[in-house]
């Protein structure tokens, strides 16, 4: 089992920047796929990043690419969600979540067996 917590969300001017952080614990979190989702009211949760077990490679949402990158500290066993020129519709509640050690990454909800509670983002116009 793998428990994870996020925090960094809260309220930014369109624009602006925010960095998530997702603590976790539990089992090896150096051979995890680390993710972030979103789900904005209304509507379903979709991929927004993610990063291998090394760091060696990440993966992006095609709304978010050249404004958010994903790393990932297996020594604090953190990984981090930087959000710069955040838009209005980046508005949502951003969950960290894991997959199995030595999975290949997806952008499939179903693939990842471990959620935080989520951290709401609010980007005002």
């Known amino acids: 089992q793998v428990q994870l917590v996020e925090s960094g969300g809260g309220l930014v001017q369109a624009g602006g920047s925010l960095r998530l952080s997702c603590a976790a614990s539990?089992?090896?979190?150096?051979?995890?796929?680390m993710g972030w989702f979103r789900q904005a009211p209304g509507k379903e949760r979709e991929f927004v990043a993610a990063i291998t077990w090394s760091g060696a490679a990440t993966y992006y949402a095609d709304s978010v690419k050249g404004r958010f990158k994903i790393s990932r500290d297996n020594a604090n066993n953190t990984v981090y969600l930087q959000m710069n020129s955040l838009k209005p519709e980046d508005t949502a509640v951003y969950y960290c979540?894991?997959?199995?050690?030595?999975?290949?990454?997806?952008?499939?909800?179903?693939?990842?067996?471990?959620w935080g509670q989520g951290t709401q983002v609010t980007v005002s116009s």
């Open positions: 979540t894991a997959r199995n050690p030595w999975r290949p990454v997806t952008m499939v909800v179903a693939d990842y067996p471990y």
């Open positions: 539990g089992r090896t979190f150096s051979n995890y796929v």
